[in-house]
């Protein structure tokens, strides 16, 4: 099975921060990947598809870009609300996910 | 669009089985491939098996195969997801979810905590 890989567990930011997360797959996926983002006690929610192709509705501020093995979730300019776990996913057949980041205030 | 509302809170005892409902409505079940998400408490994102439409058929992680069972009812657009021989380390809430609009998983359950203890 495909393993994903995030960097890092945990990031401390400020609101008005660039914020990039990484995540790497153990072999090509294409731009087979999603990103989620999942507040305490909630379902996560889609944040972007295709690696870089951002979910309806999703504030421009999230960006997603790679392709193959390597890929980074970017949220330009952090706002309150995005202090959240943020969960990458490639879905090749099986689906794996990885481990997550949490972004928490500085 | 699509919605998804799982049945309610499980207590369990170690080795017994657990059946989480989640019922479609705003589309019908055939038109969607249905999965199954799990969090243990604290813990991270986990798929356990869904619905594969290259295949057709539905697969399991494998952590999960032997132990666990995803099936439908058309009829009342119900999916369903039984795993049996629970253990402490099964209580985690369950996801159903589901790509729509795009191939990843646009719709979610509430989801379902399975708690298990003597």
């Known amino acids: 099975d495909i393993q994903m890989t995030q960097s890092p567990s945990t990031l401390s930011a400020s609101v008005g921060d660039r914020v990039t997360i990484t995540c790497r797959a153990s072999?090509?996926?294409?731009?087979?990947l999603a990103w989620y983002q999942q507040k305490p006690g909630k379902a996560p929610k889609l944040l972007i598809y295709k690696a870089s192709s951002l979910e309806s509705g999703v504030p421009s501020r999230f960006s997603g870009s790679g392709s193959g093995t390597e890929f980074t979730l970017t949220i330009s300019s952090l706002q309150p609300d995005d202090f959240a776990t943020y969960y990458c996913q490639q879905y090749n057949s099986p689906w794996t996910f990885g481990q997550g980041t949490k972004v928490e205030i500085k | 669009q699509v919605q998804l509302v799982q049945s309610g809170a499980e207590v369990k005892k170690p080795g017994a089985s657990v059946k989480v409902s989640c019922k479609v409505s705003g589309y019908t079940l055939t038109e969607l491939s249905m999965h199954w998400v799990r969090q243990a408490p604290g813990k991270g994102l986990e798929w356990m098996g869904g619905f594969d439409p290259e295949d057709g058929e539905t697969i399991y992680a494998q952590k999960f195969q032997g132990r666990v069972t995803m099936t439908e009812d058309t009829s009342t657009d119900t999916a369903y997801m039984e795993l049996s021989s629970l253990r402490s380390e099964d209580t985690a809430v369950y996801y159903c979810a589901t790509p729509g609009d795009t191939p990843a998983f646009d719709y979610w359950g509430q989801g379902t905590l399975v708690t298990v203890s003597s």
């Open positions: 072999q090509s996926i294409s731009s087979w």
